[in-house]
């Protein structure tokens, strides 16, 4: 087969031609394929930070830009206004964090509970392993930048504070395996829309 038409053959669509399954995305008839399919031009403007925890994941994965589906990476535009945070969260994929503009605090959790972390700086960069927990926080006194590299196409993100606050697990039941009391968790729940 024409090397061409083998990427085209390959090249897997986006949210709005078809449904993701379990191995991804289906493919897109070769036909159907265009240059844009392999060009984002999404990470050109700041994202919206004014959120709860003062940051902007602009996403460049499979949904976004059909062209990176089934190669087996990503990247995502990362935005920090003063005080920004991304809080304790995790991957199915190895994250690598590009500082372009600022100073960050940033670390990880090992699966054997040890803590790494690191301030870091303009042009640095730090990875953080498939699935351990890791945050970043601005520690500068203006707006910081940075770049993602995630070694999947849909790497996803999983934000521990919403995963436990954020929806209708009872309080009885976080009370008993966080260890948190009752008004704790009510005022968490509060914050960041959770019920129950």
């Given at each position: ?60 994965f499979s949904s976004q830009f059909p062209g990176v589906n089934g190669v087996g990476m990503s990247v995502g535009r990362v935005d920090y206004p003063v005080d920004g ?112």
């Open positions: 087969m024409h090397k061409g038409k083998r990427i085209a053959s390959q090249l897997k669509t986006g949210h709005h031609i078809a449904p993701q399954g379990p191995a991804g995305y289906s493919c897109k008839k070769a036909e159907e394929v265009t240059a844009n399919d392999f060009v984002f031009s999404g990470l050109r403007a700041t994202g919206n930070t004014s959120n709860f925890f003062k940051v902007a994941l602009t996403p460049a945070r991304a809080p304790m969260h995790t991957h199915e994929a190895t994250e690598v964090f590009v500082v372009i503009q600022g100073t960050f605090y940033a670390g990880f959790i090992s699966s054997t509970n040890k803590f790494y972390s690191k301030t870091i700086n303009e042009g640095d960069i730090m990875a953080f392993p498939q699935g351990l927990m890791h945050f970043q926080i601005n520690l500068g006194k203006s707006p910081a930048l940075a770049l993602s590299f995630y070694s999947s196409a849909s790497p996803g993100i999983y934000i521990m504070d919403n995963a436990l606050f954020a929806n209708d697990l009872s309080t009885d039941i976080l009370q008993k395996t966080t260890f948190l009391d009752s008004d704790q968790i009510k005022k968490l729940k509060g914050l960041l829309g959770g019920t129950n």
